[in-house]
Nanobody
Framework: QVQLVESGGGLVQAGGSLRLSCAAS????????MGWFRQAPGKEREFVAT????????YYADSVKGRFTISGSNAKNTVYLQMNSLKPEDTAVYYC?????????????????WGQGTQVTVSS
């Protein structure tokens, strides 16, 4: 099992920044890809960004490209999501996820482990 704990959410004004963190523990050797997803009230969970350790690189949803940056350390079992130029439509619960997928990393079904989520609220 892998446990994921998110932190760093909060309330910020439009145009501001937040940095989310996700700490992984347990059998982290069984995960190769980590991602961030978000879910706004009344909407389905949607992909935000993903990072694959090694040569897999990063990948972003079009809605956050150029504003959000995913990074992390496999050795430290931690992944971050730096969010800049936040917009009210970024308001959602943000979830950290981990899995072994090397393809279709935008798909929630490809991830085996999920955190509890952290609330991000952007006021206009």
């Amino acid at each position: 099992q892998v446990q994921l704990v998110e932190s760093g959410g909060g309330l910020v004004q439009a145009g501001g920044s937040l940095r989310l963190s996700c700490a992984a523990s347990g059998r982290t050797s069984s995960t190769y890809t980590m991602g961030w997803f978000r879910q706004a009230p009344g909407k389905e969970r949607e992909f935000v960004a993903t990072i694959t350790w090694g040569a897999g690189g990063t990948y972003y949803a079009d809605s956050v490209k150029g504003r959000f940056t995913i990074s992390g350390s496999n050795a430290k079992n931690t992944v971050y999501l730096q969010m800049n130029s936040l917009k009210p439509e970024d308001t959602a619960v943000y979830y950290c996820a981990a899995g072994m997928a090397l393809r279709d990393r935008w798909a929630a079904a490809k991830y085996d482990y999920w955190g509890q989520g952290t609330q991000v609220t952007v006021s206009s």
